[in-house]
């Protein structure tokens, strides 16, 4: 049963989603920081310093922090931004690298394949009477 678990767990499977986890949650600190430290300051700037965060609704003895909730769907779309427009660059990055560099050149016949084209192109031209 050890040897089983060490082969599953040893997999590149199972190496890259550990990896991509690690990686996904440092970038998920550094774009959470860059929303929280750079582009909301930013933004409530332009807005006159109103901040969301601190709206709220108090009914009776209940306060709704619905200022929290706004910010949260805020954060969420300029994260999820943030993602696309990174995962655009590798997209781009990786055609570059996917295109070939040299055309590929024509595919040479044999006799056989070139009688057979021949034979097709004369039966096409007595088809259209040519």
């Known amino acids: 049963m050890w040897e089983d678990f060490k082969k599953f767990a040893l997999k590149g499977n199972i190496l890259d989603l550990a990896i991509a986890v690690i990686i996904g949650a440092a970038f998920g600190k550094v774009v959470s920081s860059l929303v929280e430290d750079i582009i909301m300051?930013?933004?409530?700037?332009?807005?006159?310093?109103?901040?969301?965060?601190?709206?709220?609704?108090?009914?009776?003895?209940?306060?709704?922090?619905?200022?929290?909730?706004?910010?949260?769907?805020?954060?969420?779309?300029?994260?999820?931004?943030?993602i696309f427009v990174v995962i655009r660059i590798f997209i781009k990055l990786k055609r570059k690298k996917d295109i070939p560099a040299v055309a590929e050149e024509p595919e040479v016949l044999d006799k056989t394949q070139q009688l057979l084209v021949e034979i097709r192109d004369l039966l096409s031209k007595e088809k259209t009477g040519q």
């Open 41 to 82: 300051p930013v933004v409530g700037m332009l807005v006159g310093g109103v901040s969301v965060e601190n709206w709220s609704y108090t009914f009776n003895d209940v306060v709704l922090h619905y200022g929290l909730f706004i910010q949260a769907i805020i954060d969420f779309f300029i994260i999820s931004f943030s």
